[in-house]
């Protein structure tokens, strides 16, 4: 069975014509997934000229394999910045990505993509006090938490902390609406940046300002991004004749899994690993859903990479000092539905020179002195000192082989290669000339 998500077999998105030619517009938006796609939106309703490219076909690469799950709620995050950034900035994060929900909530009230009102709960299964340490933090930012005994799960968890009015939906759905009548071109792959202009296969795009929505960012030379940032894969199987839970669930540890619901489908997600790193992938879960879901049929299954922070925190925001009125929106650290949509709300007001409180909480220019970057420098560091020819055309980090997937992935930066050379993700952007 070829790996291929439930929305991926289910979609029916528009098409847009390749890029030839020199053009001028005064926002270039680079990158047409979910963050991108919604900035377009948001800046063609508010009369601002505005092109986007896509070097594939939109939405093609992580949104069509999201869990899809809106959702201020990003694991156990609310006592883990209180402890590291603080009050304020804990509460600026929950304000963002609960606007960013409410936002959700009114685009998609006319929009015909499985949306749906769900609570969402991050559950523990051995430790009931971080659960209530959690519900504490929740309370004092003025959030109105949930506890639950989360017992609609095939497994016994210490405890469950919620919120209500969160949503999951059918991402490609949704992209379907709001990508109709959007300036967008695709096939237009962007080989580099001249000042004020980006050159493709076809031409140039001359531009004013300029939003880097590429998943990983594709300047290595600004920002330090291939420090700051780390990717990590994640795998989801779709049962069907499983029971189907009636809210959205997550395990607050990292070898957790996650469950949904989707029509007939149960979403089970997990077997997570850093990319170029072994874990247990789909078997794991095939594993899992053998012992506590006997009789229950695979649907499909799918695998989604993402972008992890220092922090935990997204960067949006002023992509790098040497880049002028240029802005970023990456590293959205498995949540990137609700993380794309505050990334376009903020990068709108940026653009558009509409004040945001929020900005300073996901400023990429923050401090990097975080036990991340050490642990992203040591995995570097290592890895350079690896005898072999098969490296990554990114920053020649040894590429490794996932027996999962089939494929030639860095455990450095997160690139992934075909077995043929093809190029699966960036921040590398190109194939691999010899294969293995």
């Known amino acids: 069975m070829e790996a291929k998500s439930i929305w991926e077999k ?6 847009f014509a390749e890029l030839r030619g020199n053009v001028k517009t005064d926002v270039l938006i680079v990158g047409g997934g979910m963050a991108g796609l919604l900035c377009a939106y948001f800046l063609k309703e508010r009369g601002v000229d505005y092109l986007l490219v896509e070097k594939d076909t939109i939405a093609s690469g992580i949104t069509g394999n999201t869990t899809a799950k809106i959702t201020a709620q990003h694991g156990l995050i609310y006592q883990k910045l209180l402890k590291t950034v603080g009050a ?35 559950y523990s299964v051995g430790n009931r006090e971080k659960i209530e340490r959690e519900v504490r933090v929740l309370e004092q930012l003025g959030a109105k938490p949930l506890f639950s005994e989360a017992r609609e799960l095939p497994i016994a968890v210490a405890g ?65 991004y291939f420090m700051k940032l780390y990717q990590h894969r994640s795998y989801v199987l779709a049962l069907e004749g499983a029971k189907i839970p009636k809210e959205m669930y997550v395990d607050e540890a990292k070898g957790g899994f996650s469950f949904r619901g989707y029509e007939n489908y149960l979403l089970l997600g997990g077997g997570g690993h850093r990319t170029g790193k072994s874990g247990g992938a ?20 799918w695998a989604a990479q993402d972008c992890m922070t220092l922090n935990g925190i997204p960067y949006i925001g002023k992509y790098a000092r040497g880049m002028e009125n240029s802005y970023v929106a990456t590293g959205f650290n498995k949540w990137g539905m609700t993380s794309s949509m505050v ?20 400023d990429p220019a923050r401090s990097m002195l ?6 992203n420098l040591i995995e ?11 490296r990554c055309p990114h920053l020649g980090c040894v590429l490794k082989w996932n027996r999962a997937e089939h494929s030639w992935d860095c455990p450095c930066h997160g690139s992934r290669f075909a077995r043929d050379g093809k190029l699966l993700d960036n921040p590398a952007n190109g194939g691999i000339k010899q294969t293995f």
């Open 10 to 15: 289910t979609k029916n998105l528009p098409h």
């Open 88 to 122: 304020e900035c804990a509460r600026q994060y929950l304000e963002a990505n609960q606007a960013a929900v409410k936002k959700y909530f009114e685009l998609c009230g006319g929009i015909d993509c499985d949306f749906k009102e769900k609570n969402n709960f991050v």
């Open 160 to 224: 469950a902390v919620g919120l209500s009015h969160q949503a999951e939906f059918h991402p490609l759905k949704f992209i379907q609406a709001i990508a109709d009548g959007l300036n967008i071109y695709e096939h237009t792959f962007v080989k580099g940046f001249l000042k004020n202009a980006a050159v493709t296969r076809n031409g140039r795009i001359g531009f004013q300002k300029l939003v880097i929505a590429t998943h990983f960012p594709m300047d290595n030379k600004h920002g330090l």
């Open 282 to 301: 789909w078997e794991e879960l095939r594993v899992f859903a053998r012992k506590n879901y006997p009789g229950a049929r695979e649907a499909a299954h």
């Open 343 to 362: 990334g376009a709300m903020l990068l709108a007001d940026r653009i558009t020179e509409n004040k945001s409180s929020f900005l300073k909480v996901f």
């Open 370 to 375: 975080h036990p991340q970057l050490f642990i």
């Open 380 to 390: 570097t560091a290592g890895n350079f000192l690896i005898p072999s020819k098969r």
